[in-house]
């Protein structure tokens, strides 16, 4: 499972021979509630402490690897993250497949069905490897230490911060500052929104369980966006003139707006190539090394529509939206703004972790 598919805290009891892909994510007559209790161990620099008592792990260069499936946006964004600063020799990445079982994320996309560097079928088996039994979502992003085969940590909104400010020491020359001290106080706020509001509010329309939740969680998420229009349409980035942790955790949503969320949840009073800033702004970081070259649409597209089978129990997957817009010129520019501010932009995609001919936006 991923983090928006809450359904797999069934996955615990699952047996070994329940690979049924059915999930319950609607809950009749009620709005959807994500459980946000994640594993809240640190890595830190030096392995200290969080400063909530949160367990601390150390910093190593080729100790850990980063589970993340491409069709997930929560784990899309430490993908992006991990890439624009340059972690990749640092921390190893292993993609599980785009829909998954009663149990987990299989890794049915490598040879054999086995993850190559933790030599599992399965991201369930790294937690129930330090946590037997555990309870709760098996969720991506995930990270695993690899000596030991167990995960440290799925919180995935600390996974991001933490590889800007704790795994400095491995950041590639020039990595921009995606986390900048001067400006941490306006982007937690943004980023308080734009999760309750777009991130999760995608989730709350599709997986609404009546018409007065779906009503609710459809007005709060228009306000948003066009809050967000609006804001967009007088500066070219959320936060500041560079690229921030603000903008990539909106830009895996408006990634996957009129592919999934238009559609499949609901989210339909326009489409985002509809929002001239939103639009220009999706099109914008898509451009930038680092963005688009992470965005798989077909997995994106597979993921949803095959695993929510209770919103699409056909399991038919569109062949729908166009994608050739995504590279057209955006305009952007005039909005002034640096995207790295004094730093450079990441080089090629690491060999093997490249997305898939054809699965891209079409040039």
């Not at 969720?139 to 940590?153: L, N, R, W």
């Not at 609006?230 to 500041?240: A, D, I, M, N, T």
């Not at 238009?262 to 970081?285: I, T, V």
């Amino acid at each position: 499972m991923s983090q928006e598919t809450e359904s797999t805290q069934q996955a615990a009891s699952g047996t070994r021979g329940d690979y049924s892909t059915r999930g319950a994510y609607v809950t009749g007559g009620a709005e959807f509630n994500r459980d946000t209790n994640y594993i809240e161990d640190r890595i830190t620099a030096d392995g200290r402490r969080g400063p909530h008592g949160e367990p601390g792990w150390p910093a190593e260069a080729g100790r850990y690897r980063l589970i993340a499936a491409r069709a997930c946006p929560w784990a899309n964004r430490t993908v992006i993250v991990r890439r624009l600063l340059g972690l990749e020799d640092a921390i190893s990445l292993g993609q599980p497949g785009p829909t998954h079982d009663a149990r987990s994320w299989t890794f049915d996309l490598d040879p054999g069905g086995v993850d190559p560097v933790l030599g599992i079928e399965r991201i369930q088996d790294a937690y129930f490897k330090r946590f037997p039994g555990y309870p709760r979502g098996i969720t991506v992003p995930a990270i695993v230490d690899v000596a030991t085969g167990e995960v440290v940590t799925n919180n995935f909104p600390q996974i991001t911060l933490d590889f800007s400010t704790e795994w400095s020491a491995f950041h590639r020359p020039g990595a921009p500052q995606l986390y900048p001290e001067h400006l941490r106080e306006e982007i937690d706020s943004v980023n308080k929104r734009v999760f309750t509001e777009v991130n999760n509010g995608v989730y709350r329309c599709g997986f609404a369980g009546s018409q007065e939740a779906y009503d609710s969680a459809y007005g709060r998420l228009w306000t948003a966006l066009d809050w967000l229009e609006e804001r967009l349409s007088r500066q070219r980035y959320l936060v500041g003139d560079t690229i921030t942790e603000a903008d990539v955790r909106l830009f895996t949503s408006l990634a996957r707006f009129d592919a999934v969320y238009h559609g499949h949840f609901k989210c339909n009073r326009q489409k985002l190539s509809e929002m001239p800033a939103l639009w220009g702004y999706a099109r914008d970081l898509f451009q930038t090394p680092g963005f688009g070259d992470t965005i798989d649409f077909v997995q994106i597209k597979q993921h949803y529509y095959i695993v929510h089978e209770d919103i699409n129990p056909t399991g038919i997957v569109p062949q729908g939206p166009a994608l050739d817009g995504w590279l057209e010129p955006h305009g952007r520019e005039s909005l002034g703004g640096r995207p790295f501010g004094d730093g450079t932009p990441p080089g090629p995609v690491k060999p093997g972790e490249e997305v898939t001919p054809g699965h891209g936006a079409a040039s």
